[in-house]
C-alpha cells in the first residue's frame, strides 16, 4: 500500500477539477438568473442598501467598487463562462500561471457575490464551493504534478464535511440518537425531490438501517481517508455512494456533488485507470515559484483549521459556519435537529376589491416547493432555487422571513417580471391582484391507497393565516 501514491493521482485530480468546474458554472448561472428579484437594486434585499452599512473588510467583495445591475450580470456570466472553459479542459491547457489565475478568478468572483447575497446566500455549500475553489487554484494544470500536499488538503476538507455533519446529529435532536429521525426527514426535508415520496415509503426498519449506515460513514469512515490506499479509496468510495442516495432522495443544491468530487479525488490512480479510458499526460513537478505557494497554502490550511476543529471539539458546534470573510477553512453539518412535520406557506391572489367571504382566491405555484398537491416533486439539483428554500424557512418560523416577505407580497402585487420569473406558474397573467395573502398549511405524503385513488402526492390541511389580505399601500401583520 503507498499512502502517497494518491497525492500524485492525475485522474483524481481531474474529476475533481472538471467536477467543481461544472458546479461553478451552475452557481454561476444560479446567480445570473435569479439576482435581480432577489439582490437587484428593486429585488427584495437591494445590494446597493446592503453596501451603504457593509465595509469592504467585513464582506470582501468586487461590488463595493461598483455595483449595477449590468456589472451584476457581467460578472456572474463571465464566472458561468470560465468555468465552462475550464469543464471544456481549456484551463487545464494553459500555462500554469494562466491556469491558476482562471482558478482565482472564478473564486474571486463567486466570493464576491457570495458575500452580498445576504439571506440569500447563507447557505453551507456556499461555503464549501468556495473553500474547494480556492484549493482548486493551487491543484496545477495538467502537465504538473498534483501536489501532495493540497490533495490531502481536499481529503481535510471532505472529512470536515461529513464529521462535522455527523457530531451534529448526534449532538443535536435525539431522533439521531434512536435512529428514527427518517421516519421524517424525507416528508420534512426543504425541498423533497421526485423519488422522496418512495424513500419515505420506505419500512421503518429499513430507515433505522439509513440512519445507522449514516452515522458510520459520517463519524467512523472519514478518518479512514488519513490511511494508506487502497483504505483511504475504498472510504471515499463508501463516501460518494453515500452522496448519491442523498442525491436520489431530496434536493440540496450542490452540497452532496461537492461531496462526490471530493470523493473522487480521493479514489486510487490504479481504480481509476481501469474504469477511465483517459491516457494521463506527462506530468513534472511545478516550479519554484509554484512550491513555494504552495506551502504557503499549506500554512494558511493549518493555522486557519484552528477554529473549525475548535469548533468541532466544543460542547455547542455551529453549522455551516465560516470564521474569516474569505470563507477559507470553514465548519459544516446539516439537520443537527429534524422537523416531524411539514409546514408549507402558500400565496394566493384575487381581483376582487376589498375580497369578501365569496372571493376566489388563486394560488402561486413555485418551482420547487410543495404547493398543488397532485404535482409531484421535481429534480433540481444541483440548481439552487433560492426563494423556494427561504420559503421553507419562512413556514418554520416567520422571522426567517421578516426582511423579505413583505417586499415579496408587493412585487406579486405590481406582478413584477423579475420576481414572477421566479416562480411556476402566474395565475395573473393579464392583470395584477389587488390583494394578496399568505396561508399555512400541514402538509404530509399521501400513504400508497390514497396515491393510488387520487393521484396526488400530498394531502394538505389549512392551519392559520400567515399573513392576512394586504393591497399596495397596505401593511400585513403575521
Request: proline share 7%; with cysteine.
Amino acid at each position: 500500500m503507498d499512502w502517497f501514491a494518491a497525492g500524485g493521482s492525475w485522474l483524481g485530480r481531474w474529476l475533481f477539477t472538471e467536477g467543481l468546474a461544472v458546479l461553478y458554472a451552475v452557481a454561476f448561472v444560479c446567480a445570473a438568473n435569479q439576482f435581480r428579484a432577489l439582490l437587484g437594486t428593486n429585488g427584495l434585499l437591494p445590494i446597493p442598501r446592503y453596501l451603504r452599512g457593509m465595509r469592504f473588510r467585513r464582506a470582501p467583495s468586487v461590488f463595493h467598487l461598483h455595483y449595477s445591475d449590468r456589472f451584476f450580470a457581467v460578472v456572474a456570466w463571465t464566472g458561468a463562462g470560465l468555468a465552462v472553459l475550464t469543464a471544456a479542459g481549456v484551463t487545464a491547457r494553459l500555462p500554469l500561471a494562466a491556469c491558476m489565475l482562471v482558478w482565482f478568478a472564478m473564486w474571486l468572483l463567486y466570493l464576491s457575490i457570495v458575500n452580498v447575497g445576504q439571506t440569500w446566500y447563507a447557505f453551507g455549500w456556499e461555503s464549501l464551493l468556495l473553500e474547494a475553489g480556492f484549493l482548486a487554484t493551487f491543484l496545477g494544470n495538467s502537465t504538473t504534478e498534483a501536489p501532495l500536499a493540497v490533495m490531502i488538503a481536499l481529503r481535510w476538507l471532505l472529512f470536515r464535511l461529513e464529521f462535522g455533519a455527523g457530531l451534529i446529529k448526534m449532538r443535536g435532536d435525539r431522533c439521531w440518537r434512536n435512529l428514527t429521525c427518517l421516519y421524517y426527514h424525507h416528508e420534512t426535508q426543504p425541498m423533497p425531490g421526485p423519488l422522496s415520496w418512495y424513500f419515505h415509503h420506505l419500512p421503518k426498519p429499513l430507515h433505522r438501517i439509513e440512519a445507522a449506515g449514516n452515522h458510520v460513514t459520517q463519524l467512523v469512515v472519514p478518518f479512514l481517508l488519513f490511511a494508506p490506499q487502497p483504505i483511504a479509496g475504498a472510504a471515499a468510495g463508501l463516501m460518494v455512494v453515500t452522496q448519491l442516495w442523498l442525491v436520489a432522495s431530496g434536493n440540496f443544491s450542490w452540497l452532496n456533488w461537492v461531496a462526490i468530487v471530493l470523493g473522487l479525488s480521493v479514489l486510487p490512480e490504479s481504480f481509476l485507470e481501469r474504469v477511465l479510458p483517459i491516457a494521463p499526460p506527462a506530468t513534472a513537478p511545478g516550479p519554484v515559484a509554484f512550491a513555494v505557494l504552495v506551502a504557503a497554502v499549506t500554512v494558511l490550511v493549518v493555522v486557519l483549521s484552528y477554529w473549525p476543529v475548535r469548533n468541532l471539539l466544543g460542547h455547542r458546534q455551529m453549522m455551516n459556519a465560516s470564521f474569516n470573510r474569505w470563507h477559507l477553512v470553514n465548519t459544516y453539518g446539516a439537520f443537527g435537529s429534524v422537523t416531524r412535520v411539514r409546514m408549507e406557506v402558500v400565496l394566493e391572489g384575487t381581483t376582487d376589491a376589498p375580497p369578501g367571504p365569496t372571493s376566489q382566491w388563486r394560488e402561486y405555484e413555485f418551482k420547487g416547493k410543495p404547493g398543488d398537491p397532485g404535482r409531484r416533486p421535481r429534480q433540481f439539483a444541483p440548481y439552487h432555487l433560492r426563494l423556494d428554500w427561504l420559503m421553507w424557512f419562512a413556514a418554520i418560523s416567520p422571522s426567517y422571513a421578516d426582511t423579505w416577505f413583505l417586499a415579496l407580497m408587493g412585487k406579486l402585487l405590481e406582478n413584477d417580471r423579475a420576481t414572477l420569473k421566479l416562480l411556476r406558474h402566474n395565475p395573473f397573467r393579464e392583470a395584477p391582484p389587488t390583494f394578496v395573502r399568505a396561508r399555512l398549511y400541514e402538509y404530509h405524503f399521501t400513504d400508497r391507497r390514497g396515491r393510488r385513488a387520487t393521484g396526488a402526492w400530498w394531502d394538505r390541511e389549512l392551519v392559520s393565516e400567515f399573513l392576512r389580505p394586504v393591497t399596495l399601500g397596505g401593511a400585513g401583520r403575521r
